[in-house]
């Protein structure tokens, strides 16, 4: 899946004319091996659910494109209620043949991942309408990074140490990222 910031970068060119920069591939590279170093992929296979996974991060490059090159005028929230009703007509028609009920505690859950994934949904729609593909697309990879704190902080997992030295990779890439856009404009935001 972390294979999608990289391909955002490359479409970013194609498809928005974004300026293909050494420090934004520098970053891209970087960040991309911080995470194959942190999820230690010796014994990977390259199968059916593997081809999904990157089927999905193609996928979710195109929808970073699209929410990129979506008009400012349009508000982040009709976007999301847009994302969200498709997301719910295609869910609704697979479900509607497996449906189980819910109990209080299940759907208090289901509550708070849709609160949490709402938010998350209205902050990344701004992000795209304001900072480049390619740089959002770096920093995207510090996922992986708040997977292993919530992972320690909630199910007590202790990351091993090459888990680290990814993540050390990863944070360094976003700075990185980060320090030099602000340079090279003064702010990583695009003005209209």
């Known amino acids: 899946y972390y294979v999608a910031p990289i391909i955002t970068l490359i479409l970013a060119v194609i ?6 920069t050494m420090p934004r591939v520098g970053a891209a590279v970087l960040g991309f091996a911080g995470v194959v170093i942190a999820c ?18 193609l996928l979710w490059a195109l929808a970073m494109i699209v929410m990129r090159s979506i008009p400012r005028t349009d508000s982040a929230l009709a976007q999301i209620f ?11 028609i697979v479900t ?17 991942i849709g609160a949490l994934g709402g938010l998350a949904q209205y902050l990344l729609v701004n ?14 990879y510090s996922a992986l990074v708040w997977a292993f704190v919530f992972g ?5 997992e202790v990351p ?5 030295v990814g993540a050390v990779l990863i944070v360094c890439a976003g ?6 856009e602000r340079r090279r404009r003064g702010a990583i935001l695009e003005t209209p």
């Open 15 to 20: 498809f928005l004319r974004e300026r293909l």
């Open 40 to 57: 230690n992929p010796a014994g990977l296979n390259i199968a059916w659910p593997e081809l999904l996974v990157l089927g999905a991060a």
């Open 82 to 92: 847009g994302i969200n009703g498709v997301f719910l007509l295609a869910m609704g």
């Open 96 to 112: 509607s043949f497996t449906w189980q009920g819910m109990d209080l505690r299940q759907l208090a859950i289901l509550l708070a």
């Open 127 to 140: 992000a795209a309408r304001l900072v480049p593909a390619g740089v959002l697309g770096t920093v995207e």
């Open 152 to 156: 320690y902080l909630f199910w007590n």
């Open 160 to 164: 091993a140490l090459y888990v680290y």
């Open 175 to 180: 700075a990185f990222v980060a320090f030099t």
